[in-house]
């Protein structure tokens, strides 16, 4: 910080200065800036005032008047990661279909939800979004150095937009059923490429894998909130 | 059948209760019937009632109230360090220590080893039953 700038003229009571007018006059020099400028004191041009442009008169009153919403330019930051969750770090999930599995964390998305993966092959949790609430961060690391995760965002894994179908009843049926239960292979292929190398970067620590397949879960004795993740 | 372990000046004591709970420290004076004055090369010299005590078998060589140099040195004359980590009762603390700041994956490799150990007693129990069946 900047060291605290002397008051000319300091307050000695609420109300009363200790330096008079005239006394002022002469501490801040405004005599020899006149002096400088021939007498009179110098004045900035004055600026030209734009011409003010015709405003024309409305061609609508509304009766009552409208309410105008407050402006709210707030703009939403992802959500802060808790200091334990970096990428790479083992996540243990704890709701949904994939309760209790250990799974590797790989990034961030804009959304503020966590990219995670099994890896597929070993515990069944393919590249997935996760709420960071629902996630508990374990303090072993897995080096995800390699792994390229750029092309990965909220709309990968967004909801396709099904064109409106005429409302045929017997179209209904078949057609969503064929439709909706197989994965399509550019994901199956997405899934590979970024297991490969993290399988290989599994492999490298020993019993790695096989904590990964397995689930955690509290057994009789064990206190949650004295275990260190 | 008599008192073996004896609050007086040199005695090694662990503190179970407060601030400086689990630190090993050595009582230097008394204060009175309930308090004694207590020192320990990584803390103040303080105060401190009995009743937070709990006393060790170790004893050192210290006259009342030394200097925290020949405190140290009396210390390091007598290996309390080494002693209590010998003992039995030092040993137990610092396996607890280690059990508590377990990973989950430390955890999950524990259970590992247990199940791998149980498996190999289980067969040499089985061999040596069938070796007496026979």
Request: charged share 35%.
């Amino acid at each position: 910080m900047a060291p605290k700038q002397k008051t000319r003229n300091p307050e000695l009571i609420p109300g009363v200065r200790k330096v008079s007018r005239s006394q002022m006059y002469h501490k801040r020099g405004l005599w020899a800036i006149k002096a400088k400028n021939g007498g009179k004191f110098p004045v900035h041009a004055k600026q030209e005032t734009l011409a003010a442009v015709e405003e024309k008169p409305p061609k609508f009153y509304p009766a009552d008047d409208i309410k105008k919403p407050l402006s709210n330019k707030r703009t939403a930051k992802p959500t802060k990661l808790r200091a334990s969750v970096t990428p790479g770090t083992v996540l243990i999930i704890l709701t949904g279909r994939f309760k209790g599995k250990r799974v590797v964390f790989l990034k961030q998305l804009t959304s503020g939800l966590l990219l995670v993966t099994g890896p597929y092959k070993v515990n069944g949790v393919p590249l997935r979004r996760v709420n960071q609430t629902y996630v508990i961060g374990t303090s072993t690391k897995v080096d995800i150095s390699g792994v390229d995760v750029s092309k990965f965002d909220d709309k990968y894994f967004g909801k396709k937009v099904e064109k409106k179908k005429k409302k045929g009843e017997t179209e209904f049926f078949e057609a969503d059923k064929q439709e909706k239960n197989t994965l399509p292979a550019e994901k199956k292929d997405d899934q590979k490429a970024v297991d490969a190398l993290l399988l290989k970067a599994l492999e490298a620590v020993p019993d790695l894998k096989a904590y990964l397949g397995a689930r955690f879960s509290l057994k009789a004795g064990t206190k949650p909130h004295e275990l260190v993740f | 059948m008599t008192f073996k372990r004896f609050a007086e000046i040199g005695r090694v004591a662990l503190v179970n209760y407060g601030e400086d709970y689990g630190k090993l420290v050595v009582i230097v004076d008394i204060v009175d019937q309930n308090r004694a004055l207590v020192d320990s090369p990584d803390m103040v010299r303080s105060q401190i009632n009995f009743k937070r005590l709990s006393l060790t078998d170790i004893k050192i060589d210290i006259k009342r109230v030394p200097k925290k140099k020949a405190l140290v040195a009396a210390m390091e004359a007598a290996d309390v360090k080494g002693k209590w980590e010998k003992s039995s009762w030092g040993r137990k603390l610092i396996v607890q220590k280690r059990r508590a700041s377990l990973n989950d994956f430390d955890r999950f490799k524990l259970m590992l080893a247990k199940i791998k150990k149980a498996g190999v007693v289980r067969q040499e129990l089985a061999k040596l039953k069938k070796e007496t069946a026979s």
